[in-house]
């Protein structure tokens, strides 16, 4: 068999079927429906028993969940896709560094931002909390990365397929043009690109 994704619309699958699109591999698209609560049902937690979007089937059964795990699974299986740069390339710890500095810091701000309630008597002050520290990373990578358009220049990598997914969950799609124009015009860039504009459009607008 060939890939098979678990996942939801806007979710942290869509980051896995834009690499996937860039790859220019096939999956089966399984939806989750995170309104319903579907990844904590029984027959999805047999597959990934955290109740969490995105699971990836490799096509020998193998299952890959956490987002960032499955990016390099993907990678390191498609080295010809240029996912990320080869071998002692500096751009390859670039890369990694914003990629990994967003799924540590951002990604968990997240889940405190969408389910307040899990972790605390005070779930609006969480949420708020939790928008704001994603927002105070969100300018580091901003002045740090200096993407243009993307956080290796002209080349695209896994970093830009993260960034540009996550800027737009917690309520950033009216808030990054604003404040971080450059995280902006990376996510459009993106959004146009002609092998990822179809994958994009399954979960987002195209960024202004």
Not at 7 to 36: F, H, K, M, N
Not at 61 to 84: F, Q, Y
């Amino acid at each position: 068999m060939g890939y098979v994704l678990h996942g939801d619309r806007r979710s942290g699958s869509a980051i896995v079927e834009l690499a996937l699109a860039e790859i220019g591999a096939e999956a089966a698209l399984r939806p989750v429906p995170l309104e319903q609560d579907a990844q904590l049902a029984a027959e999805y937690r047999r597959i990934n028993p955290m109740g969490r979007v995105p699971t990836l089937l490799l096509p020998d059964g193998t299952v890959v969940t956490e987002s960032t795990a499955i990016l390099l699974t993907l990678e390191a299986r498609h080295p010809e896709a240029g996912l990320l740069p080869a071998g002692e390339d500096p751009g390859r710890a670039v890369a990694l560094r914003w990629m990994m500095l967003a799924a540590s810091e951002i990604y968990p701000c997240v889940t405190r931002y969408d389910y307040p309630e899990r972790f605390g008597a005070e779930p609006a002050s969480i949420r708020a909390r939790a928008g704001e520290m994603a927002r105070e990373i969100w300018h580091l990578i901003e002045a740090g990365a200096q993407p243009s358009p993307f956080v290796l220049g002209d080349r695209l990598s896994l970093a830009d397929l993260y960034l540009a997914v996550l800027s737009r969950w917690m309520g950033n799609e009216a808030w990054m043009p604003g404040h971080c124009p450059r995280i902006q015009a990376l996510a459009r860039a993106v959004a146009t690109r002609p092998r990822l504009a179809a994958a994009w459009a399954r979960h987002f607008a195209v960024p202004a």
